[in-house]
């Protein structure tokens, strides 16, 4: 079936710091790929996606490359912020609906 | 442009009773998804709606119904309630000419089962 697997965390980063969410899926086809980002308190927000292989997804700083041959889809951002802290999650769609990673927790500490 | 709206925020049952979850999609989507997130854990699918019939459904138990009216808007209702059941309540939105297009997120509706 689809599944996606993420890096467990939580993860504690300095301001500034570069952050790598690693992030693989399994899946039939070619499904889409997506960040989504939860804030304390409050639902899911879309960060980024992309399409088809290849493609890169980018949103304030971050990135996302999709990589059928490693069947990877990595977060990637060069200089975290204090207000980068939050729950991201990694997820695919395919036409049979959405499948969502655990999450990774972000902290990061000024 | 409303985003998608759930309704209440919080809710409080007792173990056994039956509950009901409203959510309204984004403007101009006509698919609406439910989930459940249980704390510390990625949303789980529970079922899609499209056309006011469930197209797809995830590993819930028949306590778990949906409805869907003409007006796009859904609701989830959750028969029998078990303790197990306490968790976020998500519903998100999309439109059916994008077939894995993104989905449009709720705030959701903290359900806690007493």
């Known amino acids: 079936g689809n599944s996606v697997t993420q890096m467990e965390g939580p993860v504690t980063l300095s301001e500034e710091a570069f952050l790598t969410i690693n992030c693989t899926y399994t899946?039939?086809?070619?499904?889409?790929l997506f960040w989504y980002v939860q804030y304390p308190g409050e639902g899911l927000q879309l960060l980024l996606k992309a399409t088809k292989a290849d493609d890169k997804g980018s949103n304030k700083g971050f990135e996302a490359t999709y990589r059928k041959e490693t069947t990877s889809f990595h977060l990637e951002k060069g200089s975290v912020q204090v207000s980068d802290s939050a729950v991201y999650f990694c997820a695919l769609s395919k036409v049979s609906g959405m499948r969502f990673g655990a999450g990774t927790r972000l902290t990061v500490k000024p | 442009d409303a985003g998608v709206t759930q309704s209440p925020t919080h809710l409080i049952k007792t173990r056994g009773q039956q509950v009901t979850l409203r959510c309204s999609p984004k403007?101009?989507?006509?698919?609406v998804s439910w989930y459940q997130q249980a704390l510390g854990q990625g949303p789980q699918f529970i079922f899609q709606y499209y056309e006011e019939e469930e197209r797809q459904r995830g590993n819930f138990p028949d306590r778990f119904s949906g409805h869907q009216f003409p007006n796009y808007s859904s609701e989830l209702n959750v028969n029998a309630l078990l303790l197990g059941d306490s968790a976020l309540y998500l519903c998100a939105s999309s439109f059916s000419g994008l077939a894995r297009g993104e989905q449009y997120f709720g705030p959701g509706t903290r359900l806690t089962v007493t």
């Open positions: 899946a039939t086809g070619y499904p889409s």
């Open positions: 403007s101009g989507h006509d698919t």
